[in-house]
């Protein structure tokens, strides 16, 4: 399984942009999907989580009633839309999904740069 991520690029504080990552194929047995940041010399956070089966979404407070995650299952891709962005917001961004079938999985994205300028 691959996820291919797209949709990152340079925009101005208070823009818009929204990511996709696309699975390869269908992935079975998810517990869970989500997008992750990192920049340069700091850990990978998450920035925003989606339960399938209806358990829900759930944000980082910093990206909270900004960014809105979501998922398309006929087109296997995730989306995360990101709006009234701010230069903090600047970072790479991974998406991930786990899964547990006996053991667990994960499989993560390339990363795309989303870069805010002021």
């Known amino acids: 399984v691959q996820l291919v991520e797209s949709g990152g690029g340079l925009v101005q504080a208070g823009g818009s942009l929204r990511l996709s990552c696309a699975a390869s194929?269908?992935?079975?047995?998810?517990?869970?999907m989500g997008w992750f940041r990192q920049t340069p010399g700091k850990q990978r956070d998450l920035v925003a989580s989606?339960?399938?089966?209806?358990?829900?979404?759930n944000y980082a407070e910093s990206v909270r009633g900004r960014f809105t995650i979501s998922r398309d299952n006929a087109k296997n891709t995730m989306y995360l839309q990101m709006n009234n962005l701010k230069v903090e917001d600047t970072a790479v961004y991974y998406c991930?999904?786990?899964?547990?079938?006996?053991?667990?999985?994960?499989?993560w994205g390339q990363g795309t740069q989303v870069t805010v300028s002021s």
């Open positions: 991930n999904v786990r899964t547990l079938r006996g053991t667990w999985t994960e499989y």
């Open positions: 194929e269908t992935i079975v047995n998810i517990v869970a």
């Open positions: 989606i339960i399938p089966g209806g358990g829900g979404t």
